[in-house]
């Protein structure tokens, strides 16, 4: 528990220094078999002393002594910032990320960085070029991705809290299959400043904690305006940390989304905890349409790998690392080809503007849909996540961010707390709310993480 952590760091029971050592000692252990982090940094435990001193002359950071751990698509000054590639594989940070310096400035320790799916596309933590990242949940299943090593660093109880990013469901997802939660806000929520496009539209940063409270704090600290990213909004952040009880609420669920889940169990799970959601706050389910949430995988690619086609110009060999097309795995190639092909003046933008039509319509049917209810609840996956090393093709992985990218088109917030089990298989349940309301949707989530 992240909040008894800090009081123990605050009242002087457990040193920052010995915070970071004792996860040194763990990750020693078990990171071999887990492969979650790429790199430590060496001037860990010297940043703890500093915090233990600053810490003794009363200093009061929201994450004093904590040991953070950030996805590799996230800058920071000197460690490597690979995005998992072999691209990228000898690229040193110049500059910590805003969200970087935010957490630093809170007393947060930069633990090290972690292994993801190369530049952030996939579902499964087996595209890196480091090797894929095994789920210490359930070693039977991927972790998820592209945040896997995230996920999996946070479920080995490796670090108290990782960073990841969200694009389609790379924060929910993996948060989902490895049993922890996770956050991805609103479009425009933290300053992506630092952080290594994959669909600049898209991206966000956000927090994976073992617990609510984690994910929370850590987006609290991240969260607000930016000099350097204009697409950071001044929408004061609220205190999220300040969790409250969401009393009587009106909960949407979307027949289309039940639709899109393939699997009955998933839905029995979700379905479960709704109810006792409902009962114990004594909120409404209310139906609402997301007649277009079909086309949401459709639209999301196009503009994925126009987008990413752009992003990925610079690595053109000559200022960082190698060129991309020549050092890249498959799916990074297939997405760079596909963006290169829609990117033609012959075709004049209409794969890309088709997609934004679409996205257009679905955040209007979202819009529609949070007049009359206030959250809305869905499964994380259609289907259950596959077992390492089994092939599956482009079509079959893309399918699987259904239910995650209509939020990300969207712009809105969601965050993923675990539901159930199947098999031993974690399962997480989806909270969507309107843009900009994180308090609301922490609220429901720590709520629906102490249901039974
Ligand atoms: N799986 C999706 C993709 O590969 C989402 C990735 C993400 O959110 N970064 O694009």
New binding site residues.
């Given amino acids: 528990m992240i909040n008894e952590k800090l009081k123990q760091i605050k009242s002087g029971k457990l040193s920052a220094k010995q915070n970071i050592r004792n996860f040194l000692d763990i990750i020693g252990k078990k990171n071999k078999d887990i492969n979650a982090f790429l790199h430590l940094n060496p001037d860990a435990l010297a940043d703890a002393e500093e915090i233990d001193k600053k810490i003794k002359s009363g200093f009061k950071g929201k994450l004093a002594g904590l040991a953070i751990a950030l996805k590799s698509n996230i800058s920071a000054i000197g460690m490597p910032v690979t995005c998992a590639s072999k691209t990228l594989k000898n690229y040193t940070g110049t500059f910590d990320a805003d969200i970087v310096k935010k957490i630093r400035q809170e007393g947060g320790i930069i633990i090290g960085m972690l292994n993801m799916d190369e530049f952030?596309?996939?579902?499964s933590g087996e595209t890196s070029s480091f090797g894929p990242i095994i789920n210490p949940r359930c070693p039977s299943i991927v972790p998820g991705?592209?945040s896997s090593g995230s996920a999996a660093a946070v479920a080995a109880g490796l670090c108290d809290i990782a960073l990841g990013?969200?694009?389609?469901?790379?924060i929910r997802n993996p948060a989902s299959n490895c049993g922890i939660c996770g956050i991805k806000p609103s479009y425009g929520r933290v300053s992506r400043y630092g952080l290594l496009d994959?669909s600049m539209s898209l991206d966000q940063i956000g927090p994976m904690c073992s617990d609510v409270y984690g994910c929370a704090l850590m987006l609290e600290v991240i969260s607000g305006k930016s000099q350097k990213d204009p697409m950071a909004f001044s929408t004061p952040v609220e205190k999220y940390s300040k969790i409250e009880p969401t009393g009587k609420i009106r909960v949407g669920i979307s027949p289309e989304a039940e639709k899109l889940c393939l699997d009955s169990r998933i839905k029995t799970i979700v379905e479960k905890k709704l109810s006792s959601f409902i009962k114990k706050t004594s909120s409404e389910k209310k139906p609402v349409a997301l007649k277009y949430i079909d086309l949401a995988v459709q639209s999301y690619y196009p503009i994925?790998f126009v987008e990413f086609f752009s992003g990925t110009r610079k690595f053109d060999g000559r200022k960082y690392g190698l060129k991309i097309e020549g050092s890249c795995g498959e799916e990074v190639l297939r997405r760079i080809s596909a963006g290169k092909e829609m990117s033609k003046a012959e075709h004049k933008g209409k794969f890309y503007r088709k997609a934004l039509q679409v996205r257009d319509l679905i955040k209007s049917d979202f819009d529609k849909a949070f007049e009359k209810t206030d959250i809305i609840v869905m499964p994380v996956t259609p289907s259950l996540p596959q077992k390492p090393g089994s092939k599956i093709t482009p079509e079959e992985s893309y399918a699987f961010?259904a239910l995650t990218i209509p939020a990300s088109l969207a712009g809105i917030c969601a965050g993923v707390v675990p539901a159930g089990e199947i098999q031993g298989i974690p399962i997480g349940i989806q909270i969507i709310a309107p843009a900009f309301r994180e308090k609301l949707l922490i609220n429901a989530m720590s709520e629906f993480s102490k249901l039974e």
Avoid at 165 to 170: A, E, I, R, V
């Fill in positions: 952030a596309c996939g579902i991705g592209s990013s969200d694009t389609g469901g790379s994959l994925v961010d």
